[in-house]
């Protein structure tokens, strides 16, 4: 059952996906992070109850900051999120099939030219859409440098755990990804662990090198300052010819979006 202010559509390879569209003005297209959903990322306020758990709280959203400056707001759940069908099957996941889903969006809703924001996992995405001709600027949100092939010597191991925890349920074994659990039931909805697991294990790829040198749009990289993406090391944004580098207020990887100086941040780049 789709999520009220949804409709849905059927994808490039018949799988069907939720999306909303909301606001009238400049078009904005948003693209979410792993685990969670388009509703937790961008359409949900939270605050830190100060033991690292995120709790929904009255407050401005991506969605409502762009809204309020004047932009008409897309955004969809990725496959194997939210309230998009989550196939049990691994060849229905990849990063390419995952980008084939904005732009099999883009072009139902008939979108011409667009801003485009990922966050997080989204991000990654995003990467792979910098050269698509609909895109006229893009924001990289919530991410770093270890995105980038060959930048992360761990990238594997930590994909390969990621999908383990999902997968065959040994997150006793790896405590540390438990926020991922806690992240993709957020908004109350029954995650589909099998599909997570399908989706670290299939479409977690580092991002080449030379996608990222061959972008010639304007391109900002925005992390909250207590994320890991805002440390210089991390620094994606060497990466992508001319593009910005900004880090914004003091949220972590979980709450920085629902911070009102990380979005100020990303409407001015968007209005340009």
């Known amino acids: 059952m789709t999520q009220p202010g949804y409709d849905v559509f059927t994808s490039h390879d018949g799988i069907s996906l939720a999306y909303r569209v909301s606001g009238e003005g400049q078009p904005v297209v948003l693209v979410h992070g792993y685990t969670v959903t388009s509703t937790t990322n961008f359409a949900t306020h939270y605050s830190d109850d100060g033991s690292g758990q995120l709790v929904g709280a009255d407050g401005p959203t991506v969605e409502s900051a762009l809204i309020g400056a004047g932009c008409e707001v897309t955004m969809l759940d990725l496959r194997g999120h939210g309230h998009s069908d989550r196939p049990h099957d691994p060849d229905r996941y990849s990063m390419e099939i995952l980008a084939n889903d904005v732009r099999a969006l883009v072009s139902r809703l008939g979108i011409g030219k667009a801003a485009l924001i990922g966050y997080s996992f989204g991000a990654w995405i995003s990467c792979h859409l910098l050269s698509d001709p609909w895109v006229s600027r893009a924001a990289l949100c919530g991410v770093g440098s270890s995105c980038v092939e ?42 589909d662990f099998m599909a997570l697991g399908l989706v670290a294990a299939n479409a977690f790829r580092p991002v080449p090198v030379a996608t990222l040198a061959s972008a010639s749009l304007p391109v900002l990289v925005l992390n909250g300052g207590a994320d890991s993406g805002a440390a210089d090391d991390e620094d994606l944004s060497r990466f992508i010819p001319g593009a910005a580098r900004v880090v914004a207020g003091h949220g972590h990887h979980g709450n920085a979006p629902s911070d009102p100086i990380f979005q100020a941040e990303m409407v001015r780049f968007v209005l340009g």
């Open 150 to 191: 060959g930048e992360d010597p761990e990238f594997d191991e930590s994909t390969t755990t990621m999908a383990e925890c999902f997968l065959h349920d040994r997150w006793n074994d790896y405590p540390d990804y438990k926020a991922l659990r806690a992240w993709a039931r957020l908004d109350g909805s029954d995650p």
